[in-house]
């Protein structure tokens, strides 16, 4: 586990209604070569609440990069760039 | 020395004779809370079926009508018996009944007529008490109530039964002559040995239960228990949503901090607040371990449940005001808290009030309620359908 990439899925209220809750199973839609890396965990919350910050929800965040209005696509990408 | 803050835990249950549909017992309790008592009446209508439950059914409510109005007992006995309507078969009237009446304090008073003889379990063991024979007169003829009374101290016990449970398994290889006081004392002994903190429910259903099984799984009659416990009350520390100013984040850190007794957190800015004021990680699953429809459940030293706020809750008030008996059997977080909920006997709870600009967005689903107005009628339901003692503050 210490090896793998940690992505951690926010699933505070207004993450897991924008997607969060799809974003839970992101691990069964990664490509074969990727889904071993990688470490999924949820998080109560990653910061939308924080004042002064216009949320863009669902926040998914890749060993400590933060990823906001997280998607499948967006966090395969993310996921490539980095494993390169 | 100050006394210790006791509360009264009343719980039961009862079967039905086999193959009927209404059960002859009737067990009916009351809190009055400005007189700081209970009162809690068992009866066995005679026979079993509709005629029995109307028997019974008049005679506890008629004896909790004249404990409320505190009407001497010969009085109240003696105007139970001459209401009840006669049997045409038997050409008599009867029902039996046991009424308690406990204040606050332990101070009991027992009246019995016909049932078995009650109980008080106390350190395990059970003990004898005084009775007074009482005399009434029935339409020229003479019967007698049981008077007693006693104090009931911390973790006592008073169990009450009818005779379907004393008399379970009758004409048995093992118990020819039925369980007996003998056969139901032993049992209560070794439950009570095996958890001594068993709740009033639990017990109650236990015997019950243990009754059936005497009778082979066909009662031969209605069976009822009931069992009220004295003891320290369970608190419980609910918390959800922000303060409405940031200064008092450091005071929410300190009651989560100092509280004796069980502590949930609803919802992730709360959580995220007592993790950065005391200093202690939040903990999450692995999303494997994920289930149900709601957002999963993380932990925290010293805090014996993080969900997520407001789905989660709104699932918690659907819970509670749908439930029927107070017993659950899901396992998602709301499920979670409701058990913890009903387990509690004292539950505080703190709203923090500062509004989450998120939810404000139009594009949520409308079930996303104020926090304010869910907590209300969490509340409200906790004290009013499950008979909880709540505290709230809003913050």
Redesign the interface.
């Known amino acids: 586990m210490e090896n793998k990439i940690k992505i ?7 993450c ?2 924008y997607g ?2 799809e974003l ?4 069964d839609k990664l490509p074969s070569a990727l889904k071993d890396k990688v ?7 990653l910061g ?2 924080a004042k002064g910050v216009v ?1 863009k ?1 669902p926040y998914v965040e890749i060993d400590g990069h933060l990823i906001p209005e997280a998607n499948t696509e967006k966090i395969i990408s993310y996921l490539m760039e980095i494993t390169k | 020395m100050k006394p210790k803050n006791m509360i009264i835990e009343i719980g039961s249950y009862q079967l039905c004779k086999h193959d009927n549909s209404v059960c002859g017992d009737t067990f009916l309790s009351c809190k009055i809370k400005n007189e700081n008592r209970f009162i809690a009446v068992l009866s066995d209508g005679l026979g079993s079926g509709i005629k029995a439950n109307v028997l019974s059914s008049m005679t506890s409510s008629m004896a909790i009508g004249f404990r409320l109005h505190n009407t001497p007992v010969i009085e109240l006995a003696k105007s139970i018996m001459d209401t009840l309507p006669i049997d045409s078969e038997r050409n008599i009237s009867y029902s039996t009944f046991s009424i308690i009446d406990v204040d606050f304090d332990g101070e009991t008073s027992i009246v019995e007529y016909g049932n078995p003889s009650f109980f008080i379990w106390r350190n395990g063991k059970s003990v004898q008490q005084e009775k007074e024979k009482i005399e009434v007169m029935q339409n020229n003829k003479k019967s007698y109530v049981l008077l007693s009374k006693c104090n009931l101290q911390e973790n006592d016990r008073l169990i009450v039964v009818t005779d379907g449970i004393t008399q379970s398994g009758i004409g048995n290889a093992i118990t020819p002559f039925g369980w007996g006081s003998e056969g139901l004392t032993e049992f209560i002994e070794r439950q009570i040995d095996q958890s001594s903190t068993v709740s009033a429910s639990d017990l109650s259903r236990a015997i019950v239960m243990k009754a059936q099984q005497n009778d082979a799984f066909r009662m031969k009659d209605d069976a009822s228990c009931a069992v009220i416990y004295r003891r320290v009350p369970r608190h419980l520390l609910l918390c959800s949503g922000p303060p409405y100013s940031e200064s008092r984040d450091k005071y929410l850190g300190e009651t989560v901090s100092g509280y004796k007794g069980k502590i949930i957190l609803c919802g992730g800015t709360t959580a995220k607040i007592v993790s950065r004021e005391l200093h202690r990680e939040v903990i999450c699953l692995p999303i494997e371990k994920m289930r149900g429809d709601l957002p999963p459940v993380a932990s925290m030293e010293g805090v014996d449940l993080i969900s997520e706020g407001i789905l989660t809750l709104g699932k918690v008030l659907e819970i509670l005001e749908n439930m029927k008996v107070p017993d659950i059997t899901e396992h998602d977080p709301a499920a979670s808290i409701v058990r913890y909920l009903l387990n509690a006997d004292i539950i505080d709870v703190i709203v923090g009030t500062r509004i989450n600009e998120a939810h404000q967005d139009p594009n949520l689903p409308v079930e996303l309620e104020i926090r304010r107005s869910v907590m209300k009628r969490i509340i409200s339901c906790l004290e009013t359908k499950f008979l909880k003692e709540t505290n709230v503050q809003f913050i």
């Open positions: 951690r899925v926010c699933v505070g209220t207004y897991y209604v969060g809750n839970k199973e992101i691990k470490y999924v965990e949820a998080s109560v919350c939308c609440d949320p929800p």
